[in-house]
């Protein structure tokens, strides 16, 4: 252990520094954070569903739990079960595998049901498609409401969806949102 400290006390503590947010961003960000206090005025559950993606899309949908984005304090969470969700989030192609299992958690998710594909291949198949693995995007098993694309899409990105889709259930259904 004296050794790790001493290593420490040599080398000091290495970290990256923080993301450079430009003014605009940041203001953005803290309009959307108000826009869905507003709109929500309580806690929105997310249950979040990697359906056969490359892990992309879920790295930056974890970055909406850091410091800068803060999901967490506007009451939005992501939970375990389907049974507990206001909203599912989708990424990546389904593949043949999970087209069951998606429905399964469609079908348990409480009513109203919103649901956000999130990358390009949860919108239209992206560089998978549809072929012998793959049954293309998400909307072909279950309905979507909203469509972020991105390869991945960046956070802000993923919170404007979130919101998107949160307005309109709030609002009148009309057809769906890219």
Known sequence: ?????????????????APAFSDGIRAEVGRIQNDVLAILGQALTIRMVDAGSCNGCELEISALGNPYYNIEGLGIKFVASPRHAD?????GPVSRNMATA??????AIPEPKLVVAVGDC???GGIFGENYA????????????????????APIEILRG??????????VPSDPVY
């Open 134 to 153: 793959s049954c293309g995007p998400v909307s072909s098993v279950i309905p979507v409401d909203v469509w972020v694309p991105g390869c991945p899409p």
């Open 87 to 91: 909203m599912l989030l989708v990424t």
């Open 102 to 107: 998606l429905r399964r958690t469609f079908e």
């Open 162 to 171: 979130i919101l998107t889709a949160v307005r309109r259930c709030r609002s």
């Open 1 to 17: 252990m004296w050794k790790i400290v001493k290593q420490i006390a040599k080398n000091g503590i290495r970290s990256e520094p």
């Open 122 to 124: 949860g919108c239209d």
